[in-house]
């Protein structure tokens, strides 16, 4: 019987698998979701390399959110890292939802991220 972490192993890499046929000149943008914080990450694939990244940990969001697991805290973080990709000259991502289900916290930091201007 499959474990729970092996079981979302496996939706993330078939997911991982089919955004790199779709999105090859995009970088990716990879969500991780754990029980008390949400972290999102913009990742070039093919150098290999973090281009920018935010999280709930960050002192100045800690400081003005009640907890970072709710979807208040996923819509600063997706606010943040879409100011940090145009900064570093991104506008087209492909996104990296990393196995979880786009819904709740995942839902609401993509959609933060698309009207901080981001397109995917």
């Known amino acids: 019987m499959l474990t729970t972490k092996r079981l ?3 939706r993330t890499q078939r997911n ?3 955004l790199r ?11 991780f979701r754990s ?3 949400i972290y999102v990450q913009l990742i070039d694939d093919t150098a290999g390399r973090t281009l920018a990244a935010a ?3 960050e002192k100045d969001l800690r400081d003005s959110l009640k907890t970072g697991a709710d979807i208040d805290a996923a819509k600063a973080v997706g606010k943040r890292i879409a100011e940090r990709a145009k900064e570093a ?3 087209k991502v492909v996104f990296d939802r ?3 289900l786009y819904h709740g916290r995942v839902k609401a ?3 933060a991220a698309r009207e901080g201007g981001l397109d995917f």
Request: charged residues 35%.
């Open 89 to 91: 000259g991104v506008t």
């Open 8 to 10: 979302r192993d496996r």
């Open 35 to 37: 029980s008390k914080q």
């Open 55 to 57: 999280s709930s940990v």
């Open 109 to 111: 930091l993509a959609d």
């Open 21 to 31: 046929k779709l999105g090859r000149l995009r970088p990716r943008l990879s969500v």
């Open 16 to 18: 991982r698998n089919r």
């Open 98 to 100: 990393g196995g979880y």
